[in-house]
């Protein structure tokens, strides 16, 4: 629990910032080329780190299944979904119900892990989930703008992807250690994404003035930050780890707010504070 609480508060640092960078990138960048840019430099710097501790090797029998899911659900999909609706989504918004894998983990934790979730842990789930509403602003949307309605639909769907691919990985853990599988998972996201770039967006990129994102984006954060929440899927109880990740959004909108300009006010600190009680209550035994 330890080790992945110290991996978990990693995750919250990059993940949490990482949306409003994004969003500031696709000043300059199209949404679907930096996924592809994000993955495929990821995949890049952890073969070159694993080739430079000796530990790059191709994945054994028992890690496919990991690999796979990692890389077309978590990787993949999520990228293309979460992507393309940062596009249409306020940064804060699309870092909260991307990561919101509460509703999602906790239910598939039970019915396919065959998890016990004790009462304080569902309470601590209602806590969290209230707390993401009302960052969320619900009531601030335009559901009758279809870009809108559209873009939060694929961020639960991207959500979801997320899910199923740490139920996999904890359900088939892979026999070599996930640091070792990151090159190959980022591979096949880079694969998967590349044709929805070469389609949806013949003549986008990334420009000038994104580049600097870009690389902080797929060097720093992509490699640590994916290996982080892995882990700390993988090591915590689904119920915990759901509820766990909550903090990232929460930053995510902090970061927002500070650099972005996105509104402060009397949401973030009570949906801020909902998640935290909601992490305290979830951690106990």
């Not at 983990?105 to 309470?123: C, D, F, N, Q, Y």
């Not at 993401?132 to 870009?147: I, N, R, S």
């Not at 003035?209 to 490699?223: D, E, H, N, Q, T």
């Not at 882990?231 to 995510?252: I, K």
Request: hydrophobic share 60%; with cysteine; proline share 6%.
């Amino acid at each position: 629990m330890r080790s992945a609480l110290h991996l978990l508060i990693i995750a919250i640092l990059l993940f949490g910032g990482a949306w409003p960078v994004t969003k500031a990138a696709l000043t300059h960048a199209t949404p679907m080329w930096f996924a592809v840019g994000r993955a495929g430099l990821a995949a890049v710097v952890s073969a070159l780190l694993l080739a430079a501790l000796r530990r790059l090797h191709w994945p054994r029998r028992a890690d496919w299944p990991s690999v796979l899911a990692l890389g077309f659900l978590q990787l993949g999909a999520f990228f293309v979904l979460a992507h393309a609706a940062v596009a249409m989504v306020q940064a804060g918004r699309t870092a909260i119900i991307s990561a919101v894998v509460t509703y999602w983990l906790i239910p598939l934790s039970v019915i396919v892990l065959g998890e016990k979730v004790p009462a304080h842990r569902w309470t601590a789930a209602g806590l969290g989930l209230a707390g993401v509403a009302v960052l969320a602003g619900p009531w601030a949307v335009d559901w009758t703008d279809q870009t809108q309605l559209f873009g939060h639909l694929m961020l639960v769907l991207a959500a979801l992807f997320w899910t199923l691919a740490i139920v996999t990985t904890r359900r088939f853990p892979p026999e070599s250690s996930v640091f070792e599988l990151l090159p190959w998972c980022f591979a096949l996201a880079t694969l998967f994404i590349l044709p929805f770039a070469l389609v949806l967006e013949p003549n986008g990129g990334i420009f000038g003035p994104s580049w600097p994102f870009m690389l902080y984006i797929g060097l720093i954060v992509a490699p640590i930050g994916t290996w982080c929440v892995i882990e700390v899927g993988r090591r915590l109880p689904g119920a915990v780890a759901s509820v766990a990740f909550l903090l990232v959004p929460a930053f995510g909108v902090l970061v927002s707010n500070l650099w972005l300009g996105e509104p402060l006010g009397w949401d973030m600190l009570l949906g801020g504070g909902l998640i935290v009680a909601s992490v305290v209550l979830a951690s106990r035994e």
